[in-house]
């Protein structure tokens, strides 16, 4: 929620609060006034006194925070990823011909994968890559550690695998 929000909604609380302070202190009033018959000296008056003041005080503390998150309250932004992955790679610029200077500087093993990975236009799961490639998962996962090593991959975590995601 935004903070003004919540300040005046806060602030609506309080003065749900003091309602019924008034409320309680008017009815307690009449009852130590019928019940009481020592007067202003009696112990219940000055047992509302003190829960009327202690009422007011966390009234007052409640409207400060409230009246805080509406005037000095920064509003947090919250930002979410929802691009996929597809979205974030402009799958024209994704060629080997693009590649053909990065892919000749490659061992084998590393020009396997980032073929493949050029292939399926910049973004595929490493399980997908396990199996194109015809490598074990150790041997995949030591080739995209290198390649990740030379910036031109990124690896992000996707449940129980990795989505492979070429670097422009």
Request: aromatic share 8%.
């Amino acid at each position: 929620m935004k903070n003004r929000i919540v300040g005046f909604l806060i602030i609506g609380i309080a003065a749900l609060i003091g309602f019924i302070i008034y409320s309680f202190n008017t009815a307690m009033t009449d009852i130590v006034g019928l019940a009481c018959s020592h007067g202003p000296e009696c112990a219940m008056w000055q047992t509302i006194d003190f829960q009327t003041n202690t009422s007011i005080g966390i009234m007052a503390f409640i409207i400060v925070i409230g009246l805080y998150l509406i005037f000095f309250g920064k509003e947090e932004k919250i930002v979410t990823r929802i691009k996929t992955v597809k979205q974030q790679i402009d799958p024209q610029k994704i060629t080997r011909a693009n590649y053909q200077r990065t892919l000749s500087k490659l061992p084998e093993d590393e020009k396997l994968v980032f073929e493949i990975l050029i292939d399926s236009k910049g973004s595929i799961l490493q399980s997908e890559v396990v199996t194109k490639a015809n490598m074990s998962k150790v041997k995949v996962t030591r080739v995209l550690d290198r390649l990740e090593g030379k910036k031109l991959i990124e690896r992000k975590r996707r449940g129980m695998t990795n989505v492979i995601i070429l670097k422009q």
